[in-house]
C-alpha cells in the first residue's frame, strides 16, 4: 500500500466523519434551539403544505434570490445546479454495480459539461464579489477562497480529461473504501489535486457559511405557518415566564 | 427639537443604488437611557464592570433561546443581495446600514468567541473580538434598523435582520446600555397605562371633547367609551389616536364604524395603549408584561372581542404574539380571531351591507396607500394569504372614487419602511429619519407627479407622526397623510339611530 493511498485513505474517513456528523449535530442543534415566535415573511402559507412547497422554491428556483438579485441568482443558481449534474455524474465511482440511470449517456454528458456552467457561475460569483462595491464591503477573506476552492475543484475535475487517470483503479480505490477492503489510490497528480480539495470542502462544511444548506431549512420566517391566532406557538422556556 | 443641519438628499424620479461611504452615519446614535429607566425594566443603570463578559454571556443565552439568530448567525452566504434593499443604506449610503453589513458587526463577534474557525483565524473569517469600539458601532447601527424586515424577504436564506437587531439592542440592555426613548416609553406603560403617560381623567376628557366634535359636526350622538364594563368589543389602539393629528380622525372612524353597524365598545384605561416597545427591545419578558395589560383588561372588562386600531408594530404583537403571549383566550367569543384588526371588523361590515358609503365626500383626495412593514411583512388579516395588502386596499376602494398604487416594487411585501419604525420615532434620531424615509418619498413622488395624488393613507401610528415630519422635509404638505379610517368616516352615511 502506497503512502499516497494511505494518507488519501485516511482523509477520505476523517473528511466523511467531520462532513456528516458534523451536520448532523448542526442540525440536531438546529431543530432543538426553539423558535419561541411566529415570525414566517409573507407570502407566508397557513398549512405545512405550503410550507413544503415554499421551501421547495426556495431550493429548486432560489425563488427569493431571484426576485433580489438577477446576476447573483444566474451565477448561483448555474453553480448549484451543475453541482447537482456533476454529482450524478461521479455517483459512478461509487456504485457498484453503477446505477442504471448513473450510465446513462444523457446523465454522463450533461455531468461533464457542468463542468463548464459551474466555472462560469462561479466566476461569475468571484467577478461580482471584487468589482460590486457592496459586495466587496462585506467580503471577507474566506468568502474568496471558499469560491477559489470550488473553482480550483471544477478546473481540476475538467482538466483530467487531459490528464486522464486510470478510472478503473480509483473506482476500486473508492468501492475498497465503502467495504473497508482498500486498494491502491492512482498517484496522478492531477487526480491528487481534485480529490484533495474536495475532502478540504468537505472537512470545512460544518464551521462556514456552507451550513446555509441546512440552516434553510431551519430558517423561520420560511418554514413557520401562518396560524399565529390559531394556535398558541409557547417555547419551554418562555412558558416558565408564566408561573 | 429642530432638524439639525445635514445634507438634504435629493428626491430622484428613479431611485439608484448608491455608492457606499464608509462610516457615513456612524455618529448617529440615540440617547442613552437614565438609570431610573434601565431598573425599572430589571437591566443595569449603566455599563457594567464585566460587561464583555456579561455581553457574551447574554449571547449565549439567546442563541440557546432564538433559532432564528442562531440560524441565520451561521447561514448567511455574505452574497450581497440584500445589500440594496434597506431604506437607511438608500437614505445615508453607510454599508453598515446594509442589512448584511448590520447583521455583521453582530455576526464577527459570534464568530470570534462562538465558532471554531473564528477562535484560531479570526482575521481569515472576519471575526473580531467585543471591544469598546465595537460595542459603539453596535449602538449607533443597531439602533438604524427599523426592524422593517424588508431584507428578509429579500434573502435567499430568509435571515431576518430584525431578529438580529433585536437580539444586539437586548445585549446592550443586559450590559446597561439602553436606548432612551424606547425604554422610558416601556417604562410609562408599566406605570400608567400608555406610552404618553396620559392618566384616565385626562383620557377621558378627551373622548368627551372627541364626542362633542363628532357632534357638532354630524349631529349625532357618537359615543367614545371608556371602561365600559360587559361590552362586546374591547378597542385597543395607540394612544397617539387619542390626540395626534392625524391619528385623531382614524379614531373618530373607528367610533363612527362601531356606532353605525350598533356594536357595542370600549376603550380601557388600564390598556390604553396598543403600541408594545418591548418589541423594539427584544425583550420577550418585557413583551410579554406589556401584552398582558390587554388580557387583564378584556377579563376586567368582561368583554367578547378584542379589537386592535390602526398601528403597525401592535398589530405585528396582536396577530402574531398576542396568542403566544398573553393566550389563551378561550373566555372570548370563538366565532371571531383573537385579536381582529379594525379593518377586518370595517371590511366584513362592508362585506356584509351594514355600511354604506358616499365617496364623493372624499372627493377633494386623490389616494395612494402606503403599507406599513409590520402589517405587509409581519402579519396578516382576514384568513387568506395576502389579505393585509387587499383588506385596507378595498376598503379605500370602498370610501373613495380616486385611488392609484404606487410602484410595485415598493408596495406590499416590498414596502418601503416610513423611516421611523422599530423605535426610532424620536428627535436625537432625526437625521436618520429623514435620510430613510427618502425612497418612500421617491415613490410618493412619482405618483404625486403621474396620478395627482394628494394624499397617503396608513394605518400606523408611527408612520403617521413620520410622514407628518418628512411631508414637510421633502416639500409636500405635511396633512398630506391620513388616517385610513379617516376616509371610511368621511364617506359613511350615518343615520340617527335614536329616530
Ligand atoms: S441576502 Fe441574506 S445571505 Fe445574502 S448577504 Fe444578505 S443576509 Fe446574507
Ligand atoms: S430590517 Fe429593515 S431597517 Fe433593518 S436592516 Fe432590514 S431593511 Fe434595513
Known sequence: ?243 | MAVKEFEKPELKEYSDVPLLEKKATAHLAPFKSKEEFQSSLGYPGELVDNWQDAALDKMGDLLKKYRSLRVYLDSCIQCGACTDKCHYYLGTKDPSNMPVGRQNLLRSVYRRYFTLPGKYFPKLVGAVDLTKEVLDDWYSYYHQCSQCRRCAVFCPMGIDTAEISMAAREIMDSVGVGQKYCNEIIGKVHKIGNNLGLPEPALADTLEGLEEDVKDETDIDVKYPLDQKDSDILLVTPSADFFAEPHVDGLIGYGKVFHQAGLSWTLSSHASEAANFGMFIGSYANMRKLAMRIREAALDLNVKRIVFGECGHAWRVAYSFLNTLAGPFDFLDPKYPVPQHICEVTYDLIQKNVLQFDKSANDDMVVTYHDSCNVARASNMGDVIGGQFTIPRDIIKATTNHFYDMDESTIKEKTFCCGGGGGLLTDDLMELRMKGALPRMEALKRVVDDYGVTHMAAICAICKSQFSKALGYYGFEIDQIISLHQLVGNALIMNKKEL
Open chain 1, 1 to 243: 500500500m502506497s503512502l499516497v493511498t494511505i494518507i488519501y485513505g485516511s482523509l477520505f474517513y476523517f473528511a466523511t466523519l467531520i462532513l456528516f456528523a458534523g451536520i448532523a449535530y448542526r442540525i440536531y442543534e438546529y431543530a432543538t434551539i426553539p423558535a419561541p415566535l411566529k415570525i414566517p415573511t409573507p407570502p407566508a402559507p397557513k398549512t405545512k403544505r405550503g410550507v413544503a412547497v415554499r421551501l421547495f422554491r426556495e431550493v429548486v428556483f432560489f425563488e427569493s434570490l431571484f426576485h433580489s438579485a438577477k446576476w447573483t441568482w444566474l451565477f448561483g443558481w448555474l453553480f448549484h445546479f451543475a453541482l447537482l449534474l456533476a454529482f450524478f455524474r461521479h455517483l459512478r465511482y461509487a456504485t457498484d454495480p453503477v446505477w442504471f440511470w448513473v450510465s446513462w449517456e444523457i446523465v454522463q454528458a450533461a455531468g461533464h459539461y457542468a463542468a463548464y456552467m459551474m466555472l462560469l457561475g462561479l466566476i461569475g460569483l468571484l467577478v461580482r464579489r471584487i468589482f460590486v462595491d457592496r459586495v466587496r464591503h462585506i467580503s471577507a477573506p474566506s468568502d474568496y477562497l471558499i469560491l477559489i476552492l470550488i473553482i480550483g475543484i471544477a478546473l481540476s475535475g475538467l482538466m483530467m480529461k487531459w490528464y486522464p487517470t486510470d478510472i478503473f483503479a480509483l473506482k476500486q480505490f473508492i468501492i475498497g473504501l465503502i467495504y473497508f477492503s482498500w486498494s491502491e489510490l492512482p498517484s496522478d497528480f492531477m487526480l491528487l489535486l481534485h480529490l484533495g480539495l474536495v475532502l478540504l470542502l468537505m472537512i470545512i462544511f460544518p464551521y462556514s457559511k456552507l451550513l446555509h444548506a441546512p440552516g434553510l431549512f431551519f430558517s423561520p420566517t420560511r418554514n413557520q405557518t401562518d396560524t399565529a391566532r390559531d394556535s398558541r406557538h409557547i417555547a419551554d422556556w418562555a412558558r416558565k415566564l408564566e408561573s
